[in-house]
Nanobody
Framework: QVQLVESGGGLVQPGGSLRLSCAAS????????IAWFRQAPGKEREGVSC????????HYADAVKGRFTISRDNAKNTVYLHMNSLKPEDTAVYYC???????????????WGQGTQVTVSS
């Protein structure tokens, strides 16, 4: 059974850091692009970052460039999102996703985790 499980969310003060994890089971993460999305209350879901498996290239939304870093540990079948210099506007539920078809970041995703809440507040 294909599963993506996010963890690492929580409450952090502005300027703080968090590391989110996306653990995969039921498939080998090595072969597929993995993306992070987020959805804030009352807002549409937006793409945050993606990492390909073909060449390890990474992509970031303008709002998080320079502050967030995506990485993968194939041995642990896990993708991470390292978030630094967090701002209140980063508050959202964060999801990881894949399409189980492409090694480069696709436009659409078919498999999603349940999400982890990130709250940035003083």
């Amino acid at each position: 059974q294909v599963q993506l499980v996010e963890s690492g969310g929580g409450l952090v003060q502005p300027g703080g850091s968090l590391r989110l994890s996306c653990a995969a089971s039921g498939f080998t993460l090595d072969y597929y692009a993995i993306a992070w999305f987020r959805q804030a209350p009352g807002k549409e879901r937006e793409g945050v970052s993606c990492i390909s498996s073909s060449d390890g290239s990474t992509h970031y939304a303008d709002a998080v460039k320079g502050r967030f870093t995506i990485s993968r540990d194939n041995a642990k079948n896990t993708v991470y999102l390292h978030m630094n210099s967090l701002k209140p506007e980063d508050t959202a539920v964060y999801y990881c996703a894949t399409d189980l078809r492409h090694s480069d970041c696709p436009a659409k995703y078919d498999f999603w985790g349940q999400g982890t809440q990130v709250t940035v507040s003083s």
